[in-house]
């Protein structure tokens, strides 16, 4: 009994060991996962203050400029004797030069007199501003600054404004007037989005001003009370909406601006987050960044699993190195009882030793069964890892070539096309025209080997493949291909690019099947435009070349536009795609050391944009007059 105690005594001293070990190595392994996603968060939430600060400041000279100009001081004198247009033309040119959102004039009693945006529904003119803190800060001569929802737009922005005089030197002068620009922050939050991380900015009142996650804005991080909704409706900074709280809670204060977060209810809600905190004291601002703790929960586990791993390796040499040392005081009591009786004790010595040599060899069999197993199962598992590499490329292969058939429909409807007109041309014994038509035929059929003689190609990284190629032959070789197809639906074809040539570092095969690929899907999508419009454009900068393929049909919705680029994932009918050509795409324009972005034009339509390193040995210089529209 006594035994048998202590070895139950041993088992839970060892699995006691086992917890305490696993335990205090995830602990360790915790906390520097913790502070390598603590620096990472730094740097991310540093280098995003610094681009939304800078966003912002490029823009807060030109109120001062415009309340400077002649123009605008004349208009402001008499504003009932004096047409205001040229001014609000004035205003929108600034406007679209300066990239913001709008610019407006307004007098003494904060009437809008002019803005940028007289030709629009919801235009500021006859729209009195005077509860705007930005007016107010001009009011008394000095640059003001502001952010909210404005109340025409409904759009979040950022306002500056100007004190406009017009007679500053008397002593008791009082500014006639406020030029007030207004920045939207649209982009600054797109740039966010790409991140793995959460960015809020919330001003003083804890209110989310900017997210990357369009549901946490306009929300708050902690509940408001009676006196600050008050505040804030009397400013009308935001409106009327509702400014729920996001539910955050704080699960482990790690010092200073650093802690542990999770979420009650919302979009974050079910997991934890590492949130950091940077004020932005020149905007009344702070920025947080959250972290997920994935991370650090995968390598507490990776650390205990390694812990453990170590331990039972610890413990099972002390288990046979205790064996041992147990055999040799047997071995030395068998000795002991074979001097004290040599004849009685030689036949027992014998029977002990022919026993322990059994479980010796026993044991030894144990073990080499035990090692052999593991190389049975090691072997295994590197054949299931063999094959499940073969299958992965197998997968990759069956989407290529999936690909390659949608992409070979085109060129096989040109060569049908062509052949038709060939017949026809015989038919009326026009030998010159049919044997063009064949010729056509010809190239196509040589495209169509060079294009699936790509799909070995396409499997693994070609860089030795790459050559000089000229982006305008190759739009010129797709726009040959959908010739019919452009006549017949009537499509405008607007072509914009430097007047040098353009040369970028590709493979034409592959370059023009993209194009062909996000021509022949522009046309499709205009399938229903009364007024059809393709538009190709070419820019040029010392390292880069940029395609651009844009239409004017109803273009790609929003929630679709970061799964376009997906296999198997397609906008279109049942049967009328496998949804592999805009996959395919990125693959090759990756693959030849470039990016594929989609995005919807400002008015109406898709625009794909390639990006391809510039070949500057075959190019020569290009022209100043470089056209890179954003429709």
């Known amino acids: 009994m006594p035994r048998r105690r202590l070895r139950g005594l041993l088992w839970l001293a060892g699995l006691a060991g086992l917890a305490l070990c696993m335990w205090q190595t995830a602990q360790v392994a915790r906390e520097q996962a913790l502070q390598a996603l603590r620096d990472d968060a730094e740097n991310e939430l540093r280098l995003s203050a610094a681009g939304l600060t800078g966003h912002l400041s490029r823009h807060d000279y030109l109120p001062e400029l415009l309340a400077s100009r002649e123009a605008v001081k004349r208009f402001l004198a008499t504003p009932k004797l004096q047409d205001p247009m040229p001014l609000n033309r004035l205003l929108d040119r600034f ?33 009195n501003y005077r509860f705007r803190r930005y007016y107010q800060q001009a009011m008394q001569g000095h640059d003001g600054r502001f952010f909210g929802l404005g109340v025409q737009s409904r759009e979040r922005g950022y306002y500056f404004s100007a004190p406009v005089w017009l007679d500053e030197t008397a002593p008791d002068a009082r500014p006639d007037g406020v ?60 409106a009327d909406e509702p400014l729920p709280p996001t539910g955050m809670r704080e699960l482990e204060h790690r010092g200073g601006r650093n802690r542990l977060v999770g979420f009650a209810e919302g979009p974050l809600a079910g997991q934890r987050y590492l949130s950091l905190t940077r004020p932005m004291p020149a905007f009344g601002w702070n920025m947080h960044i959250l972290k997920p703790l994935t991370p650090v929960v995968d390598a507490q586990w990776l650390a205990a699993a390694l812990a453990g791993g170590l331990y039972g390796i610890v413990a099972l040499g002390g288990g046979i ?33 022919e026993e322990r040599t059994r479980d010796l060899t026993a044991t030894n069999r144990r073990l080499s069964d035990e090692i052999e197993e593991r190389r049975r199962a090691e072997q295994s598992l590197r054949e299931t890892r063999d094959e499940l590499v073969q299958a992965a490329k197998l997968a990759v292969l069956g989407q290529l070539a999936a690909g390659i058939n949608h992409e070979l ?7 049908r096309a062509y052949a038709e007109n060939a017949r026809a041309f015989i038919a009326r014994q026009r030998a010159e025209a049919a044997d063009a038509n064949l010729g056509q035929i010809v190239e196509l059929t040589e495209r169509m080997a060079d294009i699936s003689a790509q799909l070995r190609q396409f499997s693994r990284k070609s860089g030795d493949s790459l050559t000089a190629v000229s982006v305008s032959a190759c739009f010129d070789y797709a726009l040959r291909l959908f010739q019919a197809r452009l006549g017949e639906a009537a499509v405008e074809v607007i072509r914009h690019g430097p007047d040098a040539q353009a040369w970028v570092r590709a493979d034409p095969v592959r370059l023009e099947q993209v194009l062909v690929n ?82 919807n034009n400002a008015e109406r339509g898709a625009r794909f944009t390639i990006t391809l390193p510039r070949d500057a040995s075959c190019d020569t210089p290009a022209s100043s007059k470089e056209l890179y529209p954003h429709a």
């Open 179 to 238: 030029m007030v620009l207004k920045v939207l922050l649209d982009a600054v939050e797109e740039s966010w989005a790409a991140q793995d991380a959460e960015l809020l900015v919330t001003d003083r009142d804890h209110v989310v001003f900017l997210a990357s996650r369009p549901e946490l804005r306009l929300t708050t991080l902690e509940p408001l009370s009676p006196e600050q909704r008050a505040t804030l409706r009397a400013s009308r900074r935001y």
């Open 95 to 127: 406007r679209a030069t300066a990239g913001v959102s709008d610019i407006y004039l307004l007098d003494r009693q904060a009437d809008t007199l002019a803005a940028s945006n007289w030709h629009r529904p919801n235009t500021f003119i006859g729209q």
């Open 409 to 415: 429909n085109q060129p096989l409807a040109a060569i």
């Open 321 to 353: 190195g205790w064996q041992r040392w147990r055999l040799r005081r047997e071995r030395e009591r068998f000795a002991e009882r074979e001097r004290l009786t040599l004849a009685n004790a030689r036949d027992e010595l014998e029977r002990h030793v």
């Open 518 to 599: 996000l021509i022949g899907n522009a046309l499709q999508a205009m399938a229903d435009t009364p007024s059809p419009r393709l538009t190709l454009a070419i820019a040029v900068d010392p390292e880069w070349v940029r395609l651009e393929v844009a239409d004017n049909g109803p273009g790609i919705a929003a929630e679709r536009l970061p799964r376009i680029f997906e296999p198997f994932y397609t906008t279109k009918a049942v049967g009328s795609g496998l949804g592999l050509g805009l996959s395919i795409s990125a693959r090759i324009i990756d693959d030849l050391g470039g990016r594929l972005e989609a995005a």
